[in-house]
């Protein structure tokens, strides 16, 4: 097979403004809009890939909106004359170049196998494995705020054909404790909630708040920053247990496991550094019997679309939620990107991502490597 090789990126920036009201979470951290970083990869046989990264804010996680573009530059002069469809040679040039900093590689992944599927004429679920699914039933994350008002969000989005909810707490314990009580009211027995504190608890509130609800059908997710908080938390209640932001690699995820840490993880693809990465992370949690939430701290169109793509091959058994985020805002870059329809998001048929980025509403491109 002749070598296919990247001659240009063209790297872009949008900004998404939510439609709702603005997202708070734990800590008191709060996003209104969002810029996020679009790739453009380009090849000599004419195929183009496209990535996105949208960081959640600055401080979320290790993703710093204005830094990706710099990555990108230093990255990818490197992936010059590289073939894109060679994804472990892709990464480990990517990781050659610049240790960590996954949230500047994933963009780049994404839009290698975007290269990838296209000039397969496949998919890019079926090459990351295999397609196990139609669509998926979707979560929608609940911005933190009153008891009251977070049970008629809930309320107004199962309108909306949402069955699975992830509330943001990590606040003050006892209205914690109400903010879990009044949403799972307003749920049916089959509905899931998770209450994420997005490591904003101290132990102690952790243990205060998940022993006040241990009656109740409600999964905890992230309560502290460290493993070992975590652990002291998990030892000392009995729901089951799902860790997010600790999961940045393989090793973390065996070593959380080997120590009895958690039930099921939730994936980010700009954490672990793209599809690539997430895949081989997916696969050792399904030989774990991990369930999985795959997702990525805020996305557009194309990221959206690559979650589709992982979240497609996972096997069913083992899924649990994703989110729609390319939904949360007006802005469309790619207007026939799958969509969510009653709730659950299709998993595209179509080459690559199967989706067309309207050029037009990039604008000019902020960096250019050739
Ligand atoms: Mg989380």
């Known amino acids: 097979m002749p070598r296919m090789k990247i001659t240009r990126i063209e790297v872009?920036?949008?900004?998404y403004e939510l439609i709702e009201r603005l997202y708070v979470w734990s800590r008191g951290q709060a996003v209104k809009t969002m810029p996020s970083t679009v790739v453009k990869v380009m090849t000599d046989e004419g195929l183009v890939g496209w990535g996105e990264n949208c960081p959640l804010g600055s401080a979320y996680m290790d993703s710093?909106?204005?830094g990706i573009k710099t990555g990108i530059e230093v990255i990818g002069r490197n992936l010059l004359g590289e073939d894109p469809r060679q994804m472990d040679r892709i990464n480990f040039t990517?990781?050659?170049s610049i240790a960590g900093h996954n949230y500047c590689k994933s963009p780049l992944d994404i839009a290698c196998w975007d290269i990838a599927g296209k000039a397969a004429g496949q998919p890019v679920c079926v090459l990351l494995g295999g397609r196990y699914v139609e669509d998926y039933p979707l979560y929608r994350p609940i911005s933190m705020g009153s008891p009251e008002l977070m049970a008629a969000d809930i309320e107004r989005f199962m309108g909306e054909g949402y069955r699975r909810f992830q509330l943001k707490v990590g606040g003050d314990p006892r209205t914690d404790?109400?903010?879990i009580k009044q949403t799972r009211d307003v749920l049916g027995?089959?509905?899931i909630l998770v209450a994420d504190a997005n490591t904003g608890w101290t132990m102690r509130d952790a243990i205060r708040v998940v022993n006040a609800v241990e009656h109740l059908d409600v999964h905890i997710e992230q309560p502290c920053r460290s493993l070992r908080e975590c652990m002291n938390v998990r030892q000392n209640t009995n729901r089951p247990m799902i860790i997010d932001e600790l999961i940045t690699d393989e090793l973390p995820l065996i070593d959380?496991?080997?120590?009895g840490a958690m039930d099921g993880i939730n994936i980010k693809l700009s954490r672990v550094g793209g599809l690539t990465k997430a895949a081989t992370i997916r696969n050792i949690a399904q030989a774990l019997g991990l369930t999985i939430t795959?997702?990525?701290?805020?996305?557009?169109?194309v990221s959206c679309t690559a979650v589709s793509h992982l979240v497609g091959s996972t096997r069913p058994e083992f899924y649990f939620t994703s989110s729609d985020m390319n939904s949360y805002q007006e802005l469309r870059i790619a207007p026939d990107a799958p969509f969510r329809k009653d709730g659950r998001f299709p998993v595209s048929t179509k080459p690559g991502l199967g989706l067309t980025v309207d050029e037009g509403v990039l604008g000019?491109?902020?960096a250019v490597i050739e």
Request: hydrophobic letters at 40%; glycine letters at 10%; aromatic letters at 10%.
């Open 189 to 191: 027995p089959d509905d």
């Open 64 to 66: 710093y909106p204005a």
């Open 364 to 366: 000019d491109a902020v």
């Open 12 to 15: 872009f920036h949008v900004e």
């Open 94 to 96: 990517m990781d050659a």
């Open 177 to 179: 404790i109400e903010r």
């Open 256 to 259: 959380a496991f080997g120590k």
């Open 294 to 301: 795959m997702e990525d701290g805020h996305a557009g169109d």
